[in-house]
Nanobody
Framework: QLQLVESGGDLVQPGGSLRLSCAAS????????IGWFRQAPGKEREGVSC????????NYADSVKGRFTISRDSAKNTVYLQMNSLRPEDTGVYYC???????????????????WGQGTQVTVSS
């Protein structure tokens, strides 16, 4: 059974850091791209970052560039999202998703992502 499980969400003060994890089971990430998406209350879900295992390419939303870093641990079959300098507007439910043979050309193509995790809550507030 193919499964993605996110973890690492928490309540953090503005300026703080969190590291989210997306652990894959039932399949290897070698041929997949992993995207991170988030949904704030009352807003549409948006793409945050993407990592292509095939090419090593990454993509970031303008709002998180320079603050967030996506990476992969092949041995653990896990993708991480390191989030620094967090802002209240980063609050939301964060989801990871997997897309086969995708090179992360766009963060808007949710339809190419076939497998989704259940989400983890990130709250940035003082």
């Amino acid at each position: 059974q193919l499964q993605l499980v996110e973890s690492g969400g928490d309540l953090v003060q503005p300026g703080g850091s969190l590291r989210l994890s997306c652990a894959a089971s039932g399949f290897t990430l070698d041929y997949f791209a992993i995207g991170w998406f988030r949904q704030a209350p009352g807003k549409e879900r948006e793409g945050v970052s993407c990592f292509s295992s095939r090419s090593g390419s990454t993509n970031y939303a303008d709002s998180v560039k320079g603050r967030f870093t996506i990476s992969r641990d092949s041995a653990k079959n896990t993708v991480y999202l390191q989030m620094n300098s967090l802002r209240p507007e980063d609050t939301g439910v964060y989801y990871c998703a997997a897309a086969l043979h995708y090179y992360c050309s766009s963060l808007s193509k949710e339809g190419v992502f076939d497998y989704w995790g259940q989400g983890t809550q990130v709250t940035v507030s003082s």
